[in-house]
């Protein structure tokens, strides 16, 4: 009954929010360029569903595809920190100077290096810069994580860094990295909507630049639809990981 009431209670709340806004809408009479009311936002969302839904795969590849290259940087760096105090005091400020710089200051830069004829690869680089700094920040707090009692237990038995590392230390930051990434890939979708939406070309069929074509054209409604997708997809991706961070710690735990 407890779970039913906290599923209930919250699309309750969603569905007062839409009637009030409706009703609201044809009450003062608000122009629908500047506020459309739901049904007119439905019914765009249904007249351009298969463009927005082909827009919003090509923006969720982009997002995966920047996880990924981030993912894969963020763990190579953290272990070589690991494995040297000094390396780690050397990429410690490059990691944090990535996660304050905002994107869209370095956006025309990596436009520029990227080529105006290829700006799918600005937007993957921007997402990527996102999505660093908490895998790499996960990873570099695991690996110190570990167990002192087995630290010392490693070192009686004469085990070599690597081998402290590798065993005992890189298992240890499984957790950590588990939650860098649920966290890097709502940042990765975040990084690649904002990415295209500075890339301002057609270049990138991503959501992001259909909801600006829509707004160039006064389309209000589609870009509502839009952003209801986009958000739809941020809460789908950020569930998938919510899950695999829960299936893979059981699994961790276990053995």
Known sequence: MNRFLAILTPVVFIALLLLVWEIACRQFAIPA??????TMVWTALVANAPLLLASAWQTLQTALIALVIASAMAMSLALLGGASPTIERALKPLAVAAQVTP?????????????????QRAVIALAVIVAFFPIYSGAAAGLKSADPDLERLFDIYGAKPIQKLLRLRAPSAVPFLLEGHKVAAGLALIGAVVAEFAAGAGGVQGLA???????????????????????????????????????????????
């Open 33 to 38: 360029y500047r506020l459309p009311p739901p």
């Open 103 to 119: 994107v869209i200051a370095i956006a025309p830069l990596l436009q520029i290096w990227a080529g105006l004829e290829h700006p």
């Open 209 to 255: 630049w259909r909801m600006v074509e829509a707004g160039n054209h006064l389309q209000t409604d589609k870009v509502f639809a839009g952003l209801l997708i986009m958000s739809l997809m941020g809460a789908g991706v950020y569930a998938a990981f919510e899950l695999l961070q829960r299936r893979v710690l059981a699994w961790w735990r276990g053995r």
